[in-house]
């Protein structure tokens, strides 16, 4: 199994979204390595012909007749958002800077 | 002298609230008090919904009929389930003040029932922990031992039974949160069948494995709160349209103290090397009352057990790094770095950064790598495999036995501090109760007594197939009965008086 280093760590938390500093990074990439280490023993077990299980219970599409059901007001989820504007959701931009 | 209503249990209260002994305002309060006197040591509660509590409890003294079994009795919310009029934080900064604009379902049961909550209790940050170490608002301290850890996730919901501070809690148990805070509290609690009790409103770590349960102080009273909170809920898609295991039934059958023809399977591959001895030795002292009590016990192998921590800690860090990029800082929650010219993706990063703790990020990473391409197949594939066998290993056993037993957990309540540099080894708390979550069935932590190495409590595990509640109640119930007779009465009776802030 491979090891995992620190620019590993770095481009996993860039995928995640995770703007991390770099005494994390030094932390995390020796956490990371033990538990990606130990958790590697699933490797051992041959499963080749074993059906993967996503789910405890079969999993059956469900249905409901279309009906007109009470949602939530508006400015009921606008509440507990960190800015509003105009009934909506005000987000940062989300288009980069002309370079 | 009067009694003191916070050392009752919930089905004595209830009874007495039923025939108007006491009101359900007085029971409430009683528990409020008992809050504001010793939470400060234990920090059970993340918050306390006293003007809500009251008002519930009123109108059940107003009520003509009782709304059912447990109308007016009082209970502890994990932080974990939505509920209006309170805070929702899963104990993560990033949901700090987070008013959610609705109601679970186990929250609307509960009302429904004329349940009274108290209040959210205190978790591991989105319930990744087994010690309460992980949440972004201090540790809860073990009422047995304030040094020592609670368990986890749900430590602030075992700490609250064992402090007298609530009779009832809801825990969540995702690799055994409900289960090993249980053991390491002298207290009871129960993971439901995947399924049985609706997700509706739990905020999601491993959608796969998360089930909530009820937590008591004795196994009918958890039994009553089951029937509470479970049943086929159209808001979940996975919920089971089936009807709720008749536990409360079970639990009184068992207190009749006779287990004849029951057969129970001790997991060869849950002990030896790894345990505490204390830790076994009372669990051979619970394998041999139950056998006083007319059981059959036998031994069974389960010999993918082994690779279950490995395979859950693939799979729940996959399913988190996925449920917990919704905390983008757009929708609700903290955000970052908005000064006007840093981009969507920058505050998102900036607002992660700052609202998750270590053990978030470290569980999103891993999942994160564990799904990328390349390593797909030998980590995640893999362990989807092993869950497999882990299930075929349930379905073999079961066909030797009833029930399985097993300690909850390896080993005693820890030292605050002792495991939090050392992922691997909290997580290895979880080494007896994963397998269960994996398989989708349930299992109950019943108190078995304290170790003879630290005087401090140990849980019996007790296992059964899906759907299938109540065996494992019977055999829980008939053992806690045994349990008070031959060590001298409740387990939680022997918990040290905590220092109380005069009112």
């Known amino acids: 199994m491979p090891t995992i280093s620190r620019d590993e760590v770095a481009h996993l938390a860039r995928l995640a979204r995770l703007a991390v500093t770099d005494a994390e990074l030094d932390t995390f990439a020796g956490q990371l390595d033990g538990i990606l280490e130990s958790v590697a023993s699933v490797s051992e077990v041959a499963a080749d012909d074993i059906p993967p299980t996503s789910h405890s219970v079969e999993l059956v599409n469900v249905f409901r007749d279309d009906e007109i059901r009470p949602g939530l007001a508006q400015q009921e989820p606008l509440a507990g958002a960190p800015a509003a504007e105009e009934g909506r959701f005000r987000v940062p931009r989300i288009l980069g800077e002309p370079e | ?503």
């Open chain 2, 1 to 503: 002298m009067t009694t003191d209503l916070t050392r009752l249990t919930a089905a004595e209260l209830a009874g007495r609230i039923r025939s108007r002994e006491v009101s359900a305002v007085e029971v409430t309060q009683a528990h409020l008090d008992r809050i504001a006197a010793v939470d400060h040591a234990v920090h059970a509660f993340l918050h306390v919904d006293a003007e809500g509590a009251l008002a519930a409890a009123r109108a059940v003294d107003q009520a003509e009929e009782p709304a059912s079994a447990l109308a007016g009795v009082p209970l502890a919310l994990k932080d974990v389930l939505t509920m209006r009029g309170a805070p929702t934080t899963c104990g993560s900064k990033i949901l700090e003040g987070w008013h959610p604009p609705y109601d679970a379902t186990v929250t609307a049961r509960l009302r429904r029932a004329g349940v009274v909550i108290l209040g959210k209790t205190n978790m591991d940050e989105f319930a990744m922990g087994s010690s309460t170490e992980n949440s972004a608002y201090g540790p809860t301290r073990n009422p047995w031992d304030l040094d020592r850890i609670p368990g986890g996730s749900g430590g602030g919901s075992s700490a609250s039974l064992a402090a007298f501070e609530a009779p009832l809690a809801i825990g969540t148990d995702t690799g055994g949160s409900i289960r090993q805070p249980a053991a390491v509290t002298g207290t009871v609690g129960v993971k439901t069948t995947y399924g049985g009790v609706s997700r509706y409103g739990l905020v999601a770590f491993s959608s796969s494995l998360d089930q909530a349960g009820p937590c008591a102080r004795t196994v009918l009273d958890a039994a009553l709160l089951h029937e509470v909170i479970a049943g086929h809920d159209p808001l979940d898609a996975t919920s089971i349209d089936a009807p709720v295991p008749p536990v409360v039934a079970a639990a009184r059958e068992g207190a009749a103290g006779d287990l004849r023809g029951v057969r129970v399977g001790v997991v060869r591959e849950l002990s030896g090397e790894g345990y505490q001895p204390g830790v076994l030795t009372a669990f051979d002292r619970a394998v041999e009352e139950l056998r006083r009590l007319g059981a059959e016990v036998v031994e069974v192998s389960c010999p993918h057990f082994t690779y279950g921590l490995s395979a859950y800690y693939l799979i729940a860090p996959s399913e988190a790094s996925s449920n917990l990029a919704r905390f983008d800082g757009m929708r609700y929650g903290l955000r970052v770095g908005d000064d006007g010219s840093a981009s969507a993706e920058q505050v998102m990063s900036l607002t992660r950064e700052a609202g998750f703790g270590p053990e978030v990020k470290r569980r999103i990473m891993i999942g994160t790598y564990a799904l990328s391409s390349g390593y797909y197949d030998a980590y995640y594939g893999q362990a989807q495999k092993v869950r497999t066998l882990i299930t075929r290993d349930f379905a073999a056993a079961f066909e030797q036995a009833d029930v399985l037993v097993s300690p909850t957990t390896p080993t005693t309540a820890f030292r605050i501090g002792e495991r939090v540099d050392d992922p691997m080894a909290m997580y290895r708390a979880d080494l007896c109760t994963i397998p269960a979550n994996l398989a989708g069935s349930p299992a109950i932590s019943v108190p078995c007594g304290l170790s003879e190495d630290d005087g401090l409590p140990v849980g019996l595990q007790i296992m059964a197939p899906t759907l299938q509640e109540q065996r494992m109640y019977r055999v829980a119930a008939a053992y806690e009965v045994a349990r008070n007779d031959t060590q001298g009465g409740p387990l939680l009776g022997r918990v040290p008086e905590l220092e109380m802030i005069s009112q």
